[in-house]
């Protein structure tokens, strides 16, 4: 079976950081683009951050651009989130997401497996 599981998520105050994990099982995700999705109670599940299947390319949402860092550990199947100075807006579930396409995108719809999230809370 096929899974992304997260972990790492918490209550933090702003300025503080946190690092999710997503593990892979069931199949090898290191060739996979992977991507980080949040979702904030009554918003739309946004794109926060993506890394290429091949290379070590990244992209990121102008919203947390200089403040979060996306990796990969292949030998792990595991994939990081890094965020530092976390600011209430972050506030949200924390999704992990895999594609057979190589080619990162910004869109759920480009993500064949989701993990089930984790919850991030920064206090003002």
């Known amino acids: 079976q096929v899974q992304l599981v997260e972990s790492g998520g918490g209550l933090v105050q702003a300025g503080d950081s946190l690092r999710l994990s997503c593990v892979g099982t069931?199949?090898?995700?290191?060739?996979?683009?992977m991507a980080w999705f949040r979702q904030a109670p009554g918003k739309d599940r946004e794109f926060v951050a993506a890394i290429s299947g091949t290379t070590t390319i990244a992209y990121y949402a102008d919203s947390v651009k200089g403040r979060f860092t996306i990796s990969k550990d292949k030998a792990k199947n595991t994939m990081y989130l890094q965020m530092n100075s976390l600011n209430p807006e972050d506030t949200a579930d924390y999704y992990c997401?895999?594609?057979?396409?190589?080619?990162?995108?910004?869109?759920?719809?480009?993500?064949?497996?989701w993990g089930l999230g984790t919850q991030v809370t920064v206090s003002a």
């Open positions: 069931g199949r090898s995700f290191t060739t996979y683009a």
């Open positions: 997401a895999g594609s057979v396409d190589r080619q990162p995108r910004n869109t759920p719809s480009a993500y064949d497996y």
